[in-house]
C-alpha cells in the first residue's frame, strides 16, 4: 500500500457523477513491491500478472471485462504456519464477464497456471464502472423517456443524472438472463451538491447492459418535481455558528502503533489489514500479546454483507432491497479520507489497488486511515473511603474506512481497546433516499398518502422509511481454532422460603450443537465462544462473549427480497469454517434467488461442538425517516463489542500506567 496522485479533476467528478457517490479515490498506477506476508492485497504488478495468464491460456479476449481480480487467500492451515521468512503461495480470485456470460476462476500467480475456471449460471456478478457509467447514457438518449421528461416541463437534459440501481429480486425466468439495471433520474437544475434533491418521481427505465438499451419504461404519471433543497456545503448555509477553539486529538511524541505493510501493532494488539473490492477492510491473525505469549482471537473479520430494503410498496420503490456489498462493493465504492474531517489529525492512511474494468491495476489513496484515540474515559478506577483513588486513562486504536454507496455514506470502525476488547462500529450518514411529492407540508389534503411509507422531511419530498443490516463474519479463534458456541440463558429462580426474596436470575450454559442461526429465546441471553481445550488460572474455559443490541428484519421470510437475504432474519448464525463461504447472501447476488448464503452454509447442520467456527453477527437499525435527516443526515452510530470472558486471569488494564510517558527527551 502507498501513497499516489490523484485523478485529474475532470476525470474523478466524470466518475463520481456516474456513480453519484462523493468523491472517490482513484490514483495513477506505480510499480509495486512484492508481497512480503500471505494476506497482503495483490500488487498492481500482480494484478497486471493475473490478466496477462488469463490472456495468454486464451481464457479471456478483447472484450473481456474484469469484475473483480483479488487476493486467493492461501489455506487457513498455511497462513497459520507461516513464519516472516518462509516462501507462500500467491493466487488471485478472478470473476470476468465475457460474451455475455460470467466467469469465476484462479490463477496461480507463481507458476503461471489456471487454476480453475467455470461459468457463474446463478446470479450475476457485480456491476462494473463502464456499466454504471454507461447505464445513464442509455437512458438519456432514449427517445421514450426523452418524451415522459418533456410531460414533467424538463427539456434540458444536460442537468439530469440518473442514479443506475440494482433491480433486486427478478421473477421471470427469461429477465433474469438479462443483466438489468433499473434507472432513476433526478433534475439539478438550481441543485449544486445535493443531486437528490430533485427527483423525477414515478418514472424509472429498466436498462438491459448487455443489449444496451431500454427495454421498459415505467410511468406512474407525473407528479411535480420538488423545488430546490436548501444545500448543505459550508458555503451554502445561511447562519454559522462560532466556530470552536480548537479540540484536537495529538501524538505529540509519536505514535504508539507502527504500521509495516499491512501489518500493525499497538499496545498488545497485533493484526494483519488490506482492502477487499467487496468487503473493505479485511482484518486477519488478531492476536493478543499476553506477557510476551501471542494469542489468537480471531483469524478475521470483515463485512460480509448489507441488505438495504425500503418499506414502499409502489412499482418504483419497491424493489429497492439493495445488497450493497455484492451488487457495488465497499471497496470499490471506498472514499478518500479527508485529513482532519474524516479522521483525526494523528491518523496514518493507508492505499489500496484494485482493478478497473479491463483488468488494469486502479490505485485508491487514502482509503483506511488508523489512528489513536482518547476520549477521555479512564479504562478503570476506584476511590476508597481512605480518599485514596486509583484511574488509569484510556487510549483506543480505530481503523476506518468509509464506502460512498450513492445517496448513503457508511463508516466502518474497528477499534482495539486496552482492556481486551474489538469494537465493530457502523455508522451511517449521507442523504435520505427521497420520493417527489405534491404535498409541501403536512397539513396539505394529499399529505396522508404522500407520507403513508416515511415522512416529509422538505417541501415536496419524503425520506422513505427503510431498514439497514451489515452482516460480519467473524472468524474467532479463541487461543487457537478448536471452539464451541455457549449460549448462557439468565433464567429466573424463585428463592427458598428461608430467603427474604421472592425472586433472583441464574446462569444456566448449553453448548449449540449444530450450524444455523443461534436461538437465545430473547434479549436474557448471552453468547460466547470458548475453547474447551484451554482455560485460565482458575479452570475456566478461555473465551469471548458478543455484546450487541439484536435487531432482524420485520419482513416475511417468504417475501422474495427477504428470500435473498435471509441472513437478517436472524442477527446470529454459526457455522463451521469454509474457506469458499465468505458472504452471508452468496457469493453472487446481483439478481439472485431466495435461499442463498447462510441457509446453505448450514443446511448439512454440521456440528459445532469442538470446531473451527464461524460467527455471523448482523448489525441491523431501522431508519424511520425524520426531518432532522435533511438536507444531510447526522452520522447515527450502531455496534458490537468482543469482550473478553475468562480469556485472562485478570483485569488486562490492569498494567496500564497511571499517566502518558513525558514528551521530549
Not at 438536507?631 to 470472558?645: A, G, K, N, S
Request: aromatic residues 8%.
Amino acid at each position: 500500500m502507498r501513497t499516489q496522485r490523484s485523478l485529474p479533476r475532470a476525470a474523478a467528478a466524470l466518475i463520481a457523477w456516474a456513480l453519484v457517490a462523493a468523491p472517490l479515490s482513484w490514483g495513477h498506477a506505480a510499480s509495486a513491491a512484492p508481497a512480503v506476508h500471505p494476506l497482503d492485497s495483490l500488487s498492481p504488478d500482480e494484478i497486471d500478472r493475473a490478466t496477462s495468464i488469463l490472456k495468454g491460456a486464451g481464457r479471456v479476449g478483447a472484450d473481456a471485462k474484469f469484475v473483480s481480480i483479488t487476493l486467493l487467500e492461501p489455506p487457513k492451515a498455511d497462513v497459520l504456519a507461516w513464519k516472516s521468512g518462509m516462501p507462500f503461495e500467491r493466487s488471485a480470485a478472478v470473476v470476468v464477464l465475457q460474451n455475455r456470460k460470467t466467469f469465476k476462476g484462479a490463477v496461480d500467480l507463481r507458476s503461471g497456471q489456471v487454476k480453475s475456471w467455470t461459468e457463474v449460471k446463478d446470479g450475476h456478478a457485480s456491476f462494473l464502472l463502464g456499466e454504471v457509467m454507461g447505464a445513464t447514457d442509455i437512458v438519456l438518449k432514449d427517445q421514450a423517456w426523452q418524451a415522459a421528461m418533456r410531460k414533467r416541463g424538463v427539456t434540458d437534459f444536460s442537468k439530469v443524472i440518473c442514479n443506475p440501481l440494482s433491480v433486486g429480486f427478478v421473477p421471470d425466468a427469461k429477465d433474469r438472463e438479462r443483466r438489468l439495471m433499473n434507472v432513476p433520474c433526478m433534475d439539478t437544475h438550481e441543485t449544486s451538491n445535493n443531486l437528490f434533491a430533485r427527483p423525477v418521481e414515478g418514472l424509472m427505465a429498466v436498462v438491459d447492459l448487455n443489449e444496451r438499451k431500454v427495454i421498459r419504461l415505467i410511468d406512474l404519471g407525473v407528479t411535480p418535481i420538488p423545488p430546490p433543497s436548501p444545500k448543505y456545503d459550508y458555503a451554502s448555509v445561511e447562519k454559522f455558528r462560532a466556530p470552536m477553539k480548537p479540540v484536537t486529538m495529538s501524538s505529540p511524541a509519536g505514535d504508539n502503533f507502527k504500521v509495516d505493510g499491512g501489518q500493525v501493532t499497538w499496545d498488545n494488539w497485533s493484526f494483519h489489514v488490506r482492502l477487499d473490492r467487496r468487503s473493505g477492510p479485511i482484518l486477519s491473525l488478531i492476536a493478543w500479546n499476553d506477557h510476551g505469549k501471542p494469542r489468537s482471537v480471531a483469524y478475521q473479520i470483515a463485512a460480509s454483507e448489507m441488505f438495504v430494503p425500503y418499506m414502499d410498496p409502489t412499482p418504483t420503490w419497491s424493489f429497492k432491497s439493495y445488497l450493497d456489498a455484492g451488487e457495488y462493493g465497499l471497496g470499490l465504492l471506498a472514499s478518500s479520507l479527508a485529513p482532519g474531517r474524516d479522521c483525526p489529525a494523528n491518523a496514518q492512511y493507508l492505499d489500496g489497488v484494485l482493478p478497473d474494468d479491463l483488468g488494469k491495476p486502479l490505485p485508491m489513496r487514502r482509503v483506511i486511515c488508523i489512528f489513536e484515540r482518547n476520549a477521555g474515559d479512564p479504562a478503570w478506577r476506584h476511590s476508597e473511603p481512605t480518599g485514596d483513588a486509583e484511574s488509569r486513562p484510556e487510549v483506543d486504536l480505530v481503523v476506518r474506512a468509509i464506502a460512498v454507496i450513492g445517496n448513503y455514506d457508511y463508516i466502518l470502525d474497528y477499534v482495539f481497546t486496552q482492556k481486551g476488547e474489538i469494537v465493530v462500529r457502523v455508522g451511517a450518514t449521507g442523504i435520505d433516499a427521497v420520493k417527489g411529492v405534491r404535498s409541501q407540508n403536512v397539513k396539505a389534503p394529499t399529505a396522508p398518502a404522500d407520507t403513508a411509507f416515511g415522512s416529509l422531511v422538505g417541501p415536496g419530498v419524503v425520506g422513505v422509511n427503510h431498514d439497514h443490516y451489515v452482516n460480519f463474519r467473524l472468524d474467532l479463534d479463541v487461543d487457537g481454532p478448536t471452539n464451541t458456541l455457549m449460549v448462557d440463558h439468565l433464567v429466573l429462580k424463585e428463592a427458598p422460603p428461608s430467603s427474604t426474596r421472592r425472586t433472583y436470575w441464574q446462569v444456566e450454559s448449553e453448548p449449540l450443537a449444530t450450524e444455523g442461526p443461534v436461538e437465545t429465546h430473547g434479549h436474557d441471553a448471552m453468547v460466547r465462544i470458548v475453547n474447551p481445550t484451554k482455560t485460565n488460572a482458575y479452570g475456566n474455559n478461555t473465551g469471548y462473549v458478543l455484546m450487541s443490541h439484536p435487531v432482524s428484519s420485520l419482513l416475511s421470510e417468504d417475501d422474495p427480497i427477504q428470500g435473498r437475504a435471509l441472513f437478517a432474519t436472524k442477527p446470529l448464525w454459526v457455522s463451521r469454517y469454509a474457506a469458499d463461504q465468505l458472504f452471508a447472501a452468496g457469493e453472487f447476488v446481483n439478481e439472485s434467488l431466495p435461499g442463498e448464503g447462510l441457509p446453505k452454509y448450514t443446511g448439512d447442520k454440521g456440528s459445532t461442538v469442538n470446531a473451527d467456527l464461524v460467527l455471523w453477527y448482523t448489525v441491523g437499525f431501522r431508519h424511520v425517516t425524520r426531518a432532522e435527516d435533511w438536507p444531510i443526515m447526522p452520522t447515527l452510530w450502531h455496534e458490537f463489542r468482543l469482550r473478553p470472558f475468562n480469556f485472562f486471569d485478570r483485569n488486562p488494564a490492569l498494567d496500564l500506567a497511571p499517566d502518558f510517558a513525558k514528551s521530549g527527551p
